[in-house]
């Protein structure tokens, strides 16, 4: 009777669908580098925070050029995030990512139009 019980659980466990992957979470601490026009490589970190049913976060950089502000309008939704940020100079940029798993990578864009890659890490606890 046991084996028969033994058999039957796990027929029925074999047979149940896979669990969903639970959602990609931006939240966290990232490192990342990217190449600024007339001034080389920059690592870069960010940190999202998930606040309420959305996130906020900072960013800071190696060469000193992002303002030490937080970000603005930013935005996840389908391993995409997205948010404004200031320059020390004044000037609002943009940032596009793409979240999978421990990477996110995609571009920065300044109001002109100019476009530069970057890709970041998740920094591990």
Request: proline share 4%; hydrophobic share 45%.
């Amino acid at each position: 009777m046991l084996k028969r019980v033994l058999l039957v659980v796990a027929a029925a466990m074999v047979s149940l669908p896979a669990a969903p992957r639970a959602a990609e979470e931006p939240a966290g601490l990232w490192v990342g580098t990217t190449n600024v026009p007339d001034q080389g490589a920059d690592q870069v970190t960010l940190a999202i925070t998930k606040i309420g049913d959305g996130y906020g976060g900072t960013m800071s950089d190696s060469l000193n050029i992002v303002a030490k502000e937080a970000l603005r309008d930013v935005r996840f939704a389908d391993s995409v995030l997205s948010f404004g940020f200031t320059l020390t100079d004044g000037t609002l940029m943009k940032m596009t990512l793409t979240l999978s798993g421990d990477k996110m990578a995609g571009e920065w864009e300044t109001p002109d139009g100019e476009i530069g890659a970057i890709a970041f890490e998740r920094k591990k606890a």
